[in-house]
């Protein structure tokens, strides 16, 4: 059974129109990329998926489940359980340390304190962090940021991961560990990747690529 199944998705913004008629189905365990031309929609597609936007027309079913017939609180709390995020700016808060970025999205979800930490420790040892515990963002390097982004994805245990551009603000030699690091995270959690690209390295690495072109997957 796919994991995701996005059905004749639509998007206009005002007289723009973005998407017109996106269908996607994904397997569980498959890392597949997004890629097109800047402007194309790849993010706003990404978006309706991790249900941060809602498409004009078509339906996006997550394991099963069609997510825009859900009430708000539902979703958030759906989204929140079920969906990991990384961004191409990791969007760490600066105040706060590494392990308390990763545990961010546990204690929304209501996870013990304890437990979240612990997850937290286990994500950091994966990631080759585990010296980075208490550091703020202020103090790590642009992969080291971009692997705490990516434990903080992994805390709640999602079904999906989407990633926006997670490479795009590295150096060469970081982005190929941050590519390298997905297929390691697929293979040992058996996680869902979608990669939203410009990097055709990555690309070409994917299980599948989508290319988008002028509102359609082609």
């Known amino acids: 059974m796919a ?16 998407l017109r008629g996106i269908d996607i189905s994904v397997e569980r365990g498959e890392i597949v990329s997004i890629v097109g031309a800047s402007g194309a929609g790849k993010t706003t597609l990404v978006n309706i998926i991790g249900t941060i936007d ?13 997510v825009f017939k859900m009430n708000d609180n539902e979703l958030c709390m759906f989204r929140n359980k079920h969906i990991g995020f990384v961004f191409q700016f990791h969007h760490l808060l600066p ?20 437990k979240a930490e612990k997850k937290a420790i286990e994500l950091l040892e994966v990631l080759g962090l585990v010296d980075k515990e208490e550091s703020k963002p202020a103090e790590l390097s642009g992969g080291e940021l971009q692997r705490v982004a990516v434990a903080r994805a992994l805390i709640n245990e999602p079904d999906l991961v989407l990633a926006d551009e ?45 290319t988008i072109k002028d509102g359609r997957i082609n």
């Open 95 to 114: 105040e706060f340390t590494v392990i308390e970025n990763i545990c961010i999205p546990a204690y929304i979800s209501g996870m013990r304190v304890n």
């Open 3 to 18: 994991i995701l199944e996005a059905k004749n998705i639509k998007k206009s913004y005002s007289s723009v129109t973005v």
């Open 166 to 210: 997670p490479s795009g603000n590295l150096d060469s030699v970081s982005a190929n560990e941050l590519h390298r690091l997905f297929f390691k995270l697929r293979d040992e959690y058996k996680k869902t990747f979608i990669i939203v690209t410009h990097n055709k390295e990555l690309a070409n690495m994917s299980d599948r690529i989508f």
């Open 54 to 66: 809602k498409a004009d027309d078509g339906e996006v079913l997550i394991d099963g489940k069609d």
